[in-house]
């Protein structure tokens, strides 16, 4: 090569600030129902064709799109532009409709709408959202699943044979201890098909072992509770029993949903929080007419004397005790006795 040819090469290496500026790196998503993205391809290059045909830089397995369906152009300034080419179903962005030849600028969050595609544009100079926390179950113990269910059975166990005749047959022993199973079992495969679709996996083992913990936690609650209110003569005690259930409930709720939405623990916790005070109040509604709201001022049955810490009362004072009763029993007697001599009349 001679000295000619080699004046007019242009040098290998080009100043920085005399190349043009490189476009940033760029995806087109494909979004489903739930906002996230199924299908996400990368842009390699200007103008974006995209439509159903091969020769596409954006293919799409959709009958509604035509072959080659939209462009999308950048603009020196950085400004996409989405145009539609001849199709029948043409676009949309936002309420806008497009036709086959309309233009537009594509907005904020490039979402946009081709046919019955909802499909985004993100480039890397758009704002990443924040990241998400991974909740992570730390709890690997591999037998305290097996216990909880184990507690679970030996509760119900208990009740059932407290409630039978000691000849009873084994099935009689079979619903009580099969249904709660089968129950906590199905309980526990919904939670997890709703973890499935909104978090795509199926924590089952998590939910079943949330779930057991509540219901071990209820069943130990039910036979501790009237064990104290007699040892200690705190009859009023039992009002824990009957608000436990209700207040159970909606932690259990609250806390699987926190594994299925954990992006709205908020607005989920205020929803369970409403409810359950709905809850509460239509049952104390319904308990008006009774002498009690929630849990009686007895204890229908006495465990074994042995356990009483509290001191005896002499019998004074019950009698004492039971003068009011006595003036609501009179008054009651006359309301029924006036009744009655209506009827006659």
């Known amino acids: 090569m001679d000295d000619s040819q080699s004046e007019v090469m242009p040098p290998m290496d080009a100043p920085a600030d005399l190349a043009p500026a490189a476009a940033p790196a760029a995806?087109?998503?494909?979004?489903?129902?739930?906002?996230?993205?199924?299908?996400?391809?990368?842009?390699?290059?200007?103008?974006?064709?995209?439509?159903?045909?091969?020769?596409?830089?954006?293919?799409l397995d959709d009958g509604h799109l035509a072959?080659?369906?939209?462009?999308?152009?950048?603009d020196t300034n950085g400004t996409v532009r989405l145009k539609l080419l001849p199709s029948r179903n043409g676009g949309q962005l936002g309420r806008q409709r497009l036709a086959a030849?309309?233009?537009?600028?594509?907005?904020?969050?490039?979402?946009?709408?081709?046919?019955?595609?909802?499909?985004?544009?993100?480039t890397a100079a758009d704002p990443l959202p924040a990241e998400h926390l991974l909740i992570v179950d730390k709890t690997r113990h591999w037998a305290l699943v097996p216990l909880l269910l184990l507690s679970m059975?030996?509760?119900?166990?208990?009740?059932?044979?407290?409630?039978?005749?000691?000849?009873?047959r084994?099935?009689?022993?079979?619903?009580?201890?099969?249904?709660?199973?089968?129950?906590?079992?199905?309980?526990?495969?919904?939670?997890?098909?709703a973890s499935q679709l909104f978090q795509h996996r199926f924590p089952f083992t998590t939910h079943l072992r949330r779930a057991l913990v509540v219901i071990v936690a209820l069943q130990a609650l039910e036979w501790g509770l009237p064990l104290i209110a007699y040892s200690l003569s705190w009859p009023r005690l039992m009002v824990v029993e009957s608000l436990g259930t209700s207040v159970a409930g909606a932690l259990l709720v609250a806390w699987h949903a926190r594994l299925v939405w954990p992006g709205a623990r908020r607005i989920v916790g205020g929803g369970i929080a409403v409810l359950l005070l709905l809850a509460l109040g239509l049952q104390a509604g319904n308990r008006q007419e009774q002498q009690y709201v929630f849990g009686p001022p007895y204890l229908a049955t006495l465990p074994p004397p042995v356990l009483r810490l509290a001191s005896p009362k002499p019998p004074e004072t019950l009698i004492e005790s039971l003068k009011p009763l006595k003036a609501e029993l009179a008054r009651?007697?006359?309301?029924?006795?006036?009744g009655a001599g209506d009827d006659e009349e």
């Open 332 to 338: 009651q007697a006359r309301k029924d006795n006036e």
């Open 153 to 168: 059975l030996f509760f119900q166990w208990v009740d059932r044979w407290s409630a039978v005749d000691p000849d009873a």
């Open 67 to 74: 072959p080659e369906h939209a462009e999308l152009h950048r």
């Open 170 to 193: 084994w099935v009689d022993y079979a619903s009580p201890l099969l249904a709660p199973l089968a129950m906590v079992l199905g309980w526990a495969g919904l939670w997890s098909l």
């Open 101 to 122: 030849g309309d233009e537009a600028v594509l907005p904020a969050g490039g979402v946009f709408q081709l046919a019955g595609c909802s499909l985004r544009l993100r």
């Open 27 to 59: 995806v087109v998503e494909l979004l489903g129902r739930d906002g996230r993205a199924t299908l996400v391809q990368r842009v390699i290059g200007w103008p974006v064709r995209i439509g159903r045909s091969p020769a596409c830089d954006i293919v």
